[in-house]
């Protein structure tokens, strides 16, 4: 495997500029480079795992159908065997859905972004929608320790007919050990495009608590709260209109901060909310979630409760 595959194409600067040779593990060196490659597709009725590599620290367990609501559906959890993201670490997923494709993917547990003394780390996250299919992404909360250097670029290629549900929550930092807003920097990029190329959405977050600290907590960022999620909705099974006033009702009377509107193009509706505590945002955020669930797919969403 050519670094080329693991590497992002290009490093913000805010975070390029701590890049070094750590004197521990390079970067490439075994353990240090986690791989997901999953495909999925319709088998006799039901959406089944067709394509897998793994590379650890990062893997899965099988998929599971345990939606009594959405049988032909496969959830399946992500892992990192590591505990969590260390210096040097350059991580990959990608996730291809074939036409009609039903697929949930979550992680086993919150993504930790550990301390670093030196270099920082990455992870690269492509998923591709084909037509008619339907996938969720929502991964637990993304939490940086104090001097973390994270680095996320993400691209979801939709192609007209799927619908694509991704989410996103990141935390101030370690709070339960007085750590908020002690990361030297997490910069987190989205790309939203169809399968030609064309772009429907971008959304950039650049976060240097070191710089300026009122420019993340300030009003456009976390606005002293310590917990931000964001939720995108993108299909055209309905208005973005209907996506958007659905995403509000779901929300309405919640004791959360919260923004919803359009999608550029009409391509979906999205929403970003923001808490002091993590209970009420998991529970905001998953009441979106079922909300749009229900209206673009009739079924209600399940329990996923984890252990």
Request: aromatic residues 6%.
């Amino acid at each position: 495997m050519t670094a080329g595959h693991y590497q992002p194409r290009r490093v913000p600067p805010e975070v390029a500029r701590w890049a070094s040779r750590p004197d521990t593990l390079a970067v490439g060196s075994p353990a240090k480079v986690g791989v997901l490659d999953l495909a999925f597709a319709v088998r006799g009725g039901r959406t089944e795992l067709v394509e897998r590599y793994q590379k650890t620290p990062l893997q899965i367990m099988r998929p599971l159908w345990i939606d009594p609501a959405a049988p032909d559906t496969a959830y399946l959890y992500l892992m990192a065997t590591g505990g969590g993201v260390a210096q040097a670490d350059r991580y990959r997923v990608d996730v291809r859905c074939g036409p009609g494709a039903r697929v949930h993917l979550t992680t086993q547990a919150a993504t930790k972004v550990f301390r670093m003394e030196h270099d920082y780390a990455s992870q690269l996250v492509r998923l591709d929608a084909g037509p008619g299919s339907y996938l969720e992404y929502l991964p637990d909360p993304l939490i940086p320790f104090r001097d973390s250097r994270f680095y996320q670029d993400t691209e979801v290629t939709v192609a007209p007919g799927a619908t694509v549900v991704l989410g996103e929550t990141v935390t101030a930092g370690r709070l339960a050990r007085g750590e908020r807003h002690d990361y030297r920097v997490l910069a987190l990029d989205l790309r939203i495009v169809r399968p030609d190329g064309t772009l429907l959405a971008l959304d950039a977050l650049r976060l240097e608590p070191g710089r300026d600290r009122t420019a993340v907590t300030g009003p456009a960022v976390f606005a002293g709260r310590d917990h931000l999620a964001t939720l995108y909705v993108i299909s055209d099974e309905r208005p973005a209109a209907e996506l958007a006033d659905t995403l509000h009702r779901a929300l309405d009377g919640l004791d959360v901060l919260y923004g919803v509107s359009e999608l550029p193009a009409g391509c979906g509706a999205w929403l970003r909310l923001l808490d002091d505590s993590p209970v009420r945002v998991a529970a905001a955020t998953a009441a979106a979630w079922r909300a749009v669930r229900l209206l673009l797919t009739g079924r209600p969403a399940p329990d996923l409760r984890k252990t």
